[in-house]
């Protein structure tokens, strides 16, 4: 990576904002069920404790939309780290208030100030200057650590830097590591599983992974509109009707460019979006009317698989059926557990796919899980991030 990280400036007795992404899942009763992204963040707040900075913490949850709402505070979050940390957390009552301004007056070295969620702020989304001033006053230096959030422009993940000197923190750096250094240098052969559930949502992904990939795996909704696009009958399965003729671009670009294109050959359909709906595989040319595709079946889930096999750098975004129910999520698992077993680099885009493999008890089995599955897709397609760009060059 070719920005400044913690390492590169001097934190000791300075005043350092660093924003994390502690945008983590809870139940109805405000309990964490997720900590990966609270965890994620450690390695910098303990690098930063280590040495002996004023550590400033923020972070989004949620969308509270511009004002204080109790069920969006950070307070759970505060718990969390003060278990993992082992050490006080002081949560504000405010984001650049009164509160915050009196807990960072009184900070010594080492101490550790979280404050309330930047999304109560109107400001933050909005990228408005005069919030991120405010926020950028409370310290000396900014971090950004919140890989999940680069690919938006806000307060707290780009605006702020204009008014500080600016870096990036060790997720950051690995994220971006691991991402750009599989897409510049790939061991090859070098294979993408796409799926999920859009085209739409895509179309730059693939378009930009036809120029570096050997293959190209398509699973998911999404498969289905290139099945319609060559003319076969998908039954009531998802497509995207005005996206047909760019499906054929995209499989005549894959042809041009020599990178082998595979869909599912069998699907597991179903008569309803229901979890206990009656299914039955059959060969995706063949769907009937009145069914749905939700997921690939046994022989899509070997040919992958053989491919997979051979590959020697694989990044994989979005699971390949409706995973959510038990019925259609043993495509998703499958690619999961193979992953799981392959003697390759494997990298797995944040959101959907990080989930189905951290419920199959894959997470540590991957070279990479990135916690960042919007900003993923983005580097993904080569696009800039505005949580990256804003930060100072080496
Ligand atoms: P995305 O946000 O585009 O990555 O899509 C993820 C969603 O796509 C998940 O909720 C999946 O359940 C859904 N999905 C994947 N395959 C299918 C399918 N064949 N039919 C319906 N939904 C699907």
Excluded at 80 to 89: A, D, F, Q, W
Excluded at 350 to 367: H, N, P, V
């Amino acid at each position: 990576m070719n920005k400044k990280t913690v390492k590169d400036i001097d934190v000791k007795g300075k005043r350092v904002l660093l924003r994390c992404d502690f945008n983590v899942p809870q139940d109805e009763d405000g309990n964490i069920t997720d900590n990966r992204r609270i965890v994620a963040a450690l390695d910098t707040i303990k690098y930063l404790i280590y040495n002996d900075a004023k550590i400033i913490l923020c972070s989004h949850l949620g969308r509270p939309k511009g004002e204080f709402k109790k069920q969006f505070s950070l307070s759970p979050v505060a718990k969390e780290l003060e278990k993992l940390l082992g050490k006080e957390v002081k949560l504000s009552e405010d984001v650049v208030g009164e509160c915050s301004k009196k807990l960072v007056q009184n900070m010594k070295d080492g101490d550790i100030v979280l404050l309330e969620n930047v999304r109560f702020e109107k400001g933050e989304e909005k990228n408005d200057p005069e919030f991120a001033k405010q926020l950028a006053s409370l310290a000396d230096i900014y971090v950004n650590d919140a890989f999940g959030t680069t690919h938006r422009a806000h307060a707290s993940t780009a605006g702020v830097a204009k008014f500080l000197p600016a870096v990036a923190g060790f997720l950051v750096e690995k994220e971006i590591n691991f991402m750009s250094n599989a897409l510049k240098n790939p061991e090859r052969p070098f294979i993408a599983i796409l799926g999920g559930a859009k085209v739409s949502d895509k179309i730059g992904v693939i378009d930009a992974l036809l120029e570096k990939v050997d293959t190209l795996i398509i699973g998911g909704g999404m498969a289905y509109t290139f099945l319609k696009a060559q003319g076969y009958n998908i039954g009531n399965s998802m497509c995207e009707a005005d996206k047909l003729d760019l499906a054929i671009k995209l499989m005549e670009k894959a042809k041009e460019k020599n990178v082998k294109l595979l869909l599912p050959v069998d699907t597991v359909i179903g008569k309803e979006f229901k979890r206990d709906t009656e299914s039955k595989v059959v060969k995706s040319t063949e769907i009937p009317n009145d069914w749905e595709g939700f997921d690939i079946g046994p022989k899509s889930i070997e040919l992958f698989g053989e491919e997979i096999k051979k590959a020697k750098t694989v990044i994989w975004n979005g699971p390949v059926g409706l995973f959510e129910f038990d019925k259609f999520a043993v495509g998703t698992n499958s690619i999961a557990k193979i992953l799981s077993e392959v003697d390759a680099t494997t990298i797995i885009g944040g959101g959907d796919s990080a989930a189905a493999i951290e419920k199959a008890g894959l997470t540590d089995k991957m070279s990479h899980v990135s916690t960042g599955g919007g900003a993923s897709l983005q580097l993904l397609e080569g696009k800039e991030l505005p949580g990256i760009e804003c930060l100072e060059n080496k």
